[in-house]
């Protein structure tokens, strides 16, 4: 029998598909902006070509920075609708999930400042003739890999906030113990990932590809279990 509309399980149910839904938004946006329109963008190697792109497309390079912005509110969402969803189970574990998620997005937004700075360096202001055009590329190309050190950085925080919110899955037994279980294997994989772009970030890409069924494995699971299977949750939560 399902629990009468204003009850506390009909609410916390509720609640997580909202989560469920949110959550696949950021699955959409975060690939939008890391990998296709940074790619459009961004020449490995050539701060001539990585410049002329920019301003040949500058609406687009800036729909990419409102795309950088949006995340990270959705982001908040997120991890405010877990945080309702789960602070009954363990406040100090929901608690340190909301800071760590907090962080996360604080140091994305430093990523997405540092991406400005492009458009203000290939800007026609007169006070810019003192730079000559390939200190100018030169000095966007330094932005974008200080905007991609602080994407490196915050991997750590994508992967630390999957430890607390896999022990409140564990805890809660609102859903199967397992996904609890790999969101942290999964928040163990991103940290790996970090580590490796950090200190040899060429191997970065392989290990991504490699990672990628660990960190999969646990969000695309709790995502189809806060869409779909969220009847399991008890009417004690």
């Known amino acids: ?23 696949l938004l950021i699955l959409f946006l975060a690939p939008l902006s890391e ?57 100090r574990q929901a608690r340190l999930m909301l800071g760590l998620v907090f962080t996360a997005v604080g140091i994305s937004m430093i990523s997405t400042v540092c991406r400005t ?45 999957l430890v607390p919110f896999g022990r409140l899955v564990l805890v809660s037994r609102f859903y199967p113990r397992f996904l609890g279980v790999l969101l942290i294997i999964g928040g163990v994989t991103y940290v790996a990932l970090g580590c490796v772009n950090l200190v040899l970030p060429a191997y970065g890409p392989f290990f991504f590809k490699f990672g990628m069924p660990f960190y999969a494995a646990g969000e695309l699971g709790i995502i189809f279990w806060l869409l779909f299977a969220t009847a399991r949750v008890p009417d004690t939560a």
């Open 1 to 23: 029998m399902n629990p009468p509309t204003n009850s506390p399980a009909r609410s916390l149910q509720r609640t997580a598909r909202q989560a469920g839904f949110v959550y």
């Open 117 to 161: 700075a492009p458009l203000l360096l290939l800007g026609p202001e007169d006070y810019l003739a003192a730079f000559a055009p390939p200190q100018r590329e030169a000095l966007v190309m330094v932005f974008i890999r200080l905007a991609g050190s602080a994407t490196v950085l915050a991997t750590f925080f994508w992967g630390f906030w």
């Open 35 to 91: 990998f296709l329109l940074k790619a459009r963008f961004v020449v490995a190697g050539d701060a001539a070509a990585t410049a002329a792109r920019i301003t040949a497309e500058p609406v687009l390079y800036r729909l990419w920075l409102l795309t950088d912005l949006v995340s990270g509110g959705v982001f908040l969402g997120l991890v405010l609708l877990l945080y309702a969803l789960f602070r009954n189970v363990d406040r």
